[in-house]
């Protein structure tokens, strides 16, 4: 009889989440600070994209103007992409500088503008009125095109691989700002500016709540844009299913948004399936666990009819095992079948960091697994990444900041 040789276990690897780089902020526990409350100092002056259609009338009669005006301007601006008085020229000279700076006040300065070899993605740094910095990423598909935007210059949800989170909440963006990001980059399509049209009255088509900031911590703002954009009459007249708000979890929004009777397409940003490595990598999660937060989003679709997206950024010996990716699939087939598509997000190799990409098969396993267990996955594209625009990544350089001092607010 020979002897057996000895089982090896060999436990997986687990790398811990933690920030590099910079200190997280923590509070009096020692927990990562998390900040819900916006200061209410820098917002911007009131903007056609931040009132009602009926507001919007009643101010062009405050400014001396017949309602009928407050029409003309929408379609400037949401058709056009206009805000220059000069070629409103279907408006009386008299007063029309009046109305347009009442109602289109000025609210993004282009500071820098990043653009892929290829043309088909350009990153916006754009300057607040107040001097804040915050980012939009466009992107040019076969067939469409995504604005990822931001809602809040910063973020309070304090995230440790997020360059966003790092400097904390400055304030909450204007439901007009988030519109203008809009507006912007479909002047910029119009003129050409993404490489050669596929046909002449391309805009953007789809988009994605993933830049700067946490929408549902700037949820009133977010919700009237997101009106905004998919009002047929007085907006931009997009798809309700071409938008999608996401969320690291804010649960009792996750139940608002559901109530809105807006059908956008929801995305929760989990990253991990258990709360152990949850509490780590989304201080979120020590309000909401993983649980809560997938009620939620079941209680989304349910609400909707929607199917949800799962977003999970696949980080090398972090969240990237094999048991992950089992748990993962168990705990959303448990609230029900056809409810939810998972995007598994490879990130960039970052030799050196916590924070890199799993490899290849690491990461075909992962997506196998899930759709073996009957859980439509696909990895997604990361896009952007080039030119450090993907969801995670959108802060301001010290050099952006140089830039961005020495170019005046207009
Ligand atoms: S990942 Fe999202 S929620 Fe977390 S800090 Fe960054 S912007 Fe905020």
Same mark, same amino acid.
Not at 60 to 86: C, I, M, N, W
Not at 105 to 119: A, I, K, N
Not at 204 to 231: C, K, S, W
């Given at each position: 009889?020979?002897?057996?040789?000895?089982?090896?276990?060999?436990?997986?690897?687990?790398?811990?989440?933690?920030?590099?780089?910079?200190?997280?902020?923590?509070?009096?526990?020692?927990?990562?600070?998390?900040?819900?409350?916006?200061?209410?100092?820098?917002?911007?002056?009131?903007?056609?994209?931040?009132?009602? !259609?009926?507001? *919007? /009338?009643?101010?062009? @009669?405050?400014? +001396?103007?017949?309602?009928?005006? #407050?029409?003309?301007?929408?379609?400037?601006?949401?058709?056009?992409?206009?805000?220059?008085?000069?070629?409103?020229?279907?408006?009386?000279?008299?007063?029309?500088?009046?109305?347009?700076?009442?109602?289109?006040?000025?609210?993004?300065?282009?500071?820098?503008?990043?653009?892929?070899?290829?043309?088909?993605?350009?990153?916006?740094?754009?300057?607040?009125?107040?001097?804040?910095?915050?980012?939009?990423?466009?992107?040019?598909?076969?067939?469409?095109?995504?604005?990822?935007?931001?809602?809040?210059?910063?973020?309070?949800?304090?995230?440790?691989?997020?360059?966003?989170?790092?400097?904390?909440?400055?304030?909450?963006?204007?439901?007009?700002?988030?519109?203008?990001?809009?507006?912007?980059?479909?002047?910029?399509?119009?003129?050409?500016?993404?490489?050669?049209?596929?046909? !002449?009255?391309? *805009? /953007?088509?789809?988009? @994605?709540?993933? +830049?700067?900031?946490?929408?549902? #911590?700037?949820?009133?703002?977010?919700?009237?844009?997101?009106?905004?954009?998919?009002?047929?009459?007085?907006?931009?007249?997009?798809?309700?299913?071409?938008?999608?708000?996401?969320?690291?979890?804010?649960?009792?929004?996750?139940?608002?948004?559901?109530?809105?009777?807006?059908?956008?397409?929801?995305?929760?940003?989990?990253?991990?399936?258990?709360?152990?490595?949850?509490?780590?990598?989304?201080?979120?999660?020590?309000?909401?666990?993983?649980?809560?937060?997938?009620?939620?989003?079941?209680?989304?679709?349910?609400?909707?009819?929607?199917?949800?997206?799962?977003?999970?950024?696949?980080?090398?010996?972090?969240?990237?095992?094999?048991?992950?990716?089992?748990?993962?699939?168990?705990?959303?087939?448990?609230?029900?079948?056809?409810?939810?598509?998972?995007?598994?997000?490879?990130?960039?190799?970052?030799?050196?960091?916590?924070?890199?990409?799993?490899?290849?098969?690491?990461?075909?396993?992962?997506?196998?697994?899930?759709?073996?267990?009957?859980?439509?996955?696909?990895?997604?594209?990361?896009?952007?990444?080039?030119?450090?625009?993907?969801?995670?990544?959108?802060?301001?350089?010290?050099?952006?900041?140089?830039?961005?001092?020495?170019?005046?607010?207009?």
């Amino acid at each position: 009889m020979t002897e057996s040789s000895p089982v090896r276990t060999t436990k997986p690897r687990q790398v811990r989440p933690r920030a590099e780089g910079w200190t997280q902020r923590v509070d009096a526990e020692g927990k990562p600070l998390l900040q819900f409350a916006a200061p209410k100092k820098g917002m911007p002056p009131v903007h056609l994209a931040d009132l009602t !259609p009926a507001q *919007r /009338v009643e101010k062009a @009669v405050e400014l +001396g103007l017949p309602g009928f005006r #407050a029409k003309q301007l929408e379609k400037h601006y949401f058709q056009h992409y206009t805000s220059d008085p000069a070629k409103m020229t279907d408006l009386p000279a008299s007063g029309r500088d009046d109305l347009v700076a009442g109602l289109l006040p000025h609210l993004l300065t282009e500071v820098r503008r990043l653009q892929t070899d290829s043309g088909d993605t350009i990153k916006f740094l754009w300057k607040l009125h107040d001097g804040a910095l915050v980012e939009s990423v466009l992107m040019r598909y076969p067939g469409r095109i995504t604005l990822c935007v931001s809602s809040q210059a910063g973020c309070g949800m304090n995230c440790p691989f997020c360059a966003t989170g790092q400097a904390g909440l400055t304030r909450n963006m204007s439901a007009a700002e988030i519109i203008e990001q809009v507006v912007r980059a479909n002047a910029a399509i119009r003129a050409g500016e993404l490489g050669p049209a596929e046909h !002449p009255d391309e *805009r /953007v088509t789809n988009i @994605v709540f993933m +830049g700067m900031g946490e929408p549902l #911590a700037n949820y009133n703002r977010v919700i009237q844009a997101v009106r905004t954009m998919v009002d047929k009459e007085h907006g931009l007249g997009m798809s309700a299913r071409g938008v999608t708000v996401s969320t690291v979890g804010l649960v009792p929004a996750i139940d608002k948004l559901a109530g809105e009777g807006i059908p956008v397409t929801f995305a929760l940003s989990l990253h991990a399936p258990d709360d152990h490595l949850r509490d780590e990598m989304i201080p979120i999660n020590s309000r909401w666990k993983v649980d809560e937060a997938l009620d939620a989003a079941y209680r989304y679709f349910e609400k909707t009819g929607r199917r949800v997206s799962i977003e999970y950024a696949l980080i090398k010996d972090m969240n990237d095992h094999a048991w992950r990716a089992d748990l993962l699939a168990t705990k959303l087939n448990e609230r029900g079948h056809g409810w939810v598509h998972v995007n598994p997000i490879p990130l960039n190799p970052t030799p050196g960091s916590v924070w890199t990409a799993s490899e290849k098969p690491v990461q075909r396993e992962f997506v196998r697994r899930l759709n073996e267990a009957g859980i439509p996955t696909t990895l997604r594209d990361t896009r952007g990444k080039e030119i450090d625009g993907a969801c995670g990544q959108l802060v301001a350089t010290e050099e952006d900041r140089e830039v961005a001092s020495a170019v005046p607010v207009d």
